[in-house]
Structures are given as structure tokens and as C-alpha cells.
């Protein structure tokens, strides 16, 4: 991108982000500065999540701990617990050991450089510059997907997916913005509002004069895209295993791993052929219809059962009324649902389970 044509287009976005800018609860009101824990903890949780997604959980976050230290000074079940829901979990403990680190490493003062912010857990290139940016007017551009998307169609790169990501790197590096901050967020909201993945609306566009794709009709069909792999499949077996009492059994999740350290009922292994889950055992009431969930990288099926004993290790038992203190991801809550389900719908069910 030649200078002069970035002059104009720093100039003209600009402008237009000074009208119709979103107003997010992170982002500084015209005229105050930002915030840079408020920065830090938006980017995390906008790392692979949309932003309307993220609204809620950002405002309980900063009600509960709205400070970096307050944030650092809870427990990770804590975290965990205000999470839940928000998927990708790794980025809870990566956020929970960042915080940590910045109050006990740095003064409770958030790195203002790229490359000091690389340093911390959780924070990968495109999080460094975007808080450098937002956050310090660090002269530097972030590369998201709603960058990638309208930068490709300005200079119509051909590039498909996910290369592309890396050609745009390379077309902003050399530029230096000035309001850097407000440079990125204007980019950012002209690809979630007008620049659109399908339909762009180039008609409210302020960048058409400058927009080569536009000019060549071809920005319906930039960014070029390659077909994705499809997705494996994994199986396992989920249980509820509830006594006299009402008391379920519960498990913890291993530390490392999806779904680290969070809550829900004992599964068996997770395994890539069905062949491989164990026996299944006559006394084992199953849930009429299995509970899929697609993860990244994976879809997963489980079936569930009802039972009366299982030797699970690293399990511990509370009633269904206290569920809600637990770190209970969103898979569990449609394992735990369909149990409660098939549960109920037998009379009599679990004092068969438990006679004698």
C-alpha cells in the first residue's frame, strides 16, 4: 500500500468512525482514555468469540473484579465458574495466570509494547498488537478477520484462507497510524458493520474510491477461501449415577486438555472409534438419544446412561440444587439436561436402581 493512498484512507476512516464508531463497553467514550485492563480482558474474551457474545460476560467480569488486581486475587474456580459458557476455556486459565503474573511481575502495569505484551500467557501477536494499539496508541496495526476481510478487498488480494491473513500482515506492517487506537477499532467496525462477509453494504462504504475490489465487482467473492477439512468424529460415554440421597456423581476434568479443570458428570474415554468404548453393561439404563456437541477441531458424541455404581476415580458427589456452584461447561449442562430428562420421564426408575 503506497503512502499517499494510506494518507487518504486513514484520513476518510476516520473520519467515518468519528460518526458512526460502536459503542462498546470496553472502549473509551471520545475524549477519555482507555482503559488498558479493560482492553486486556475484551481481547481475550474476543479471541474466537463475537463481540455481542461477549458484552454480558465482559460486564459481569468487571462488576465482580474491576480492577486487574481484584481479577488476580481470585480463585481459579472462581474464574472458572463467571466463565462457563464463553467456551474455549484455555483462554480463562491463560487470562487468570496473565493477571497474576502483571500483579506480581509488573506492578500491576499492563506492558504498552507488542513485545513486552508477547511475553505474557495467553497473548499471541494479533492480542499484543491490539492492545498496544487500543490501548497506548502503540503505532502499530492488528490483523484480525475483520481486518484481513476489508484490507483483501481494498487491495483485491487473491490470496485464499488462511494464507491471506499473513499477505495482509505484510501489506500494514510498514504503517505507522497515528491514533493507532482508533485506527484499528475503525477497521474493526467497518468489517462487522459494512464490510460484511456476505452481503458488504458498499453503498454506506466511506472507502469505495479507494476499494479495488469494488471497482473490479469482485468484492462478493474476496476473501478467496479454500474448502476446510472436514472434522473427525470422537465417542465416549457419559454417566449419572445418583443415590438414595440424591446426590450425583461428579468428576473434574484433568488440568491440561479441552475443557480443563471444569466440571461435569464421569464420561469414559473420549476415542476416535465407537468400537473402542467400553462394554456396555445390562444394568446401564440408557438415554434414548445421544448428545452431540462440536468442539474446534472436532465433533463429539455422547451417549448417556443411567447407573447405580461406577468406579470412576477423582470423582465426588452433590445434589443437582448445588450445580450451579460448579464450573459446568456448556456440554455438560446438555449431558446433565438430557439425563434429567430421561430421569424424570421413568416413575420409580431409581428406587429399582437402588433396591437393595
Same mark, same amino acid.
Do not use: M
Given at each position: 500500500m503506497e503512502n499517499n493512498d494510506f494518507v487518504l484512507l486513514h484520513q476518510r476512516l476516520l473520519e467515518w468512525y468519528d460518526c458512526h464508531q460502536r459503542h462498546l463497553p470496553w472502549r473509551a467514550r471520545p475524549g477519555q482514555?482507555? !482503559?488498558?485492563?479493560? @482492553?486486556?480482558? =475484551?481481547?481475550i474474551m474476543l479471541q474466537q468469540t463475537? @463481540? =455481542?457474545? @461477549?458484552?454480558?460476560?465482559? !460486564?459481569?467480569f468487571t462488576e465482580r473484579w474491576p480492577t486487574l488486581k481484584t481479577l488476580a486475587h481470585a480463585t481459579e474456580e472462581e474464574l472458572y465458574h463467571q466463565w462457563q459458557g464463553l467456551g474455549y476455556y484455555s483462554r480463562a486459565r491463560n487470562l487468570h495466570a496473565c493477571v497474576k503474573r502483571l500483579v506480581h511481575d509488573c506492578g500491576g502495569q499492563i506492558p504498552q509494547s507488542p513485545e513486552a505484551l508477547l511475553q505474557l500467557p495467553g497473548i499471541g501477536p494479533y492480542t499484543a498488537a491490539a492492545i498496544a494499539a487500543i490501548a497506548y496508541d502503540f503505532p502499530i496495526v492488528p490483523v484480525d478477520g475483520n481486518i484481513t476481510r476489508v484490507i483483501?478487498?481494498?487491495?483485491?488480494?487473491?490470496?485464499?484462507?488462511p494464507a491471506l491473513k499473513e499477505e495482509v500482515?505484510? @501489506?500494514?506492517?510498514?504503517?505507522?497510524? &497515528?491514533?493507532a487506537g482508533d485506527f484499528a477499532q475503525a477497521l474493526m467496525d467497518l468489517g462487522a458493520t459494512i464490510c460484511k462477509p456476505k452481503q458488504p453494504r458498499c453503498d454506506l462504504?466511506?472507502? &469505495?474510491?479507494?476499494c479495488l475490489s469494488y471497482q473490479t465487482n469482485q468484492q462478493h467473492t474476496i476473501p478467496r477461501t479454500t474448502p476446510k477439512p472436514l472434522k473427525p468424529t470422537r465417542y465416549t460415554f457419559a454417566f449419572w449415577c445418583e443415590n438414595k440421597d440424591g446426590d450425583v456423581l461428579l468428576a473434574?476434568?484433568?488440568? &491440561?486438555g479441552v475443557l480443563a479443570n471444569l466440571v461435569g458428570l464421569p464420561t469414559s474415554d473420549w476415542v476416535n472409534d465407537p468400537a473402542e468404548l467400553p462394554p456396555i453393561l445390562p444394568q446401564w439404563r440408557r438415554v434414548p438419544k445421544p448428545v452431540k456437541h462440536t468442539f474446534t477441531h472436532f465433533h463429539l458424541i455422547?451417549?448417556?446412561f443411567i447407573v447405580k455404581d461406577l468406579q470412576i476415580s477423582d470423582t465426588f458427589k452433590d445434589h443437582p440444587d448445588n450445580f450451579h456452584c460448579y464450573p459446568i461447561p456448556t456440554l455438560m449442562k446438555k449431558v446433565i439436561n438430557a439425563c434429567l430428562a430421561s430421569r424424570n420421564a421413568l416413575p420409580g426408575l431409581f428406587e429399582q436402581l437402588n433396591a437393595g
Open positions: 482514555h482507555p !482503559n488498558p485492563y479493560h @482492553v486486556l480482558l =475484551s481481547e463475537t @463481540v =455481542s457474545t @461477549v458484552i454480558d460476560y465482559f !460486564n459481569r483483501a478487498r481494498i487491495a483485491s488480494l487473491q490470496t485464499p484462507l500482515c505484510k @501489506v500494514l506492517s510498514p504503517l505507522r497510524p &497515528t491514533r462504504c466511506p472507502l &469505495t474510491a479507494s473434574r476434568r484433568p488440568k &491440561t455422547i451417549d448417556c
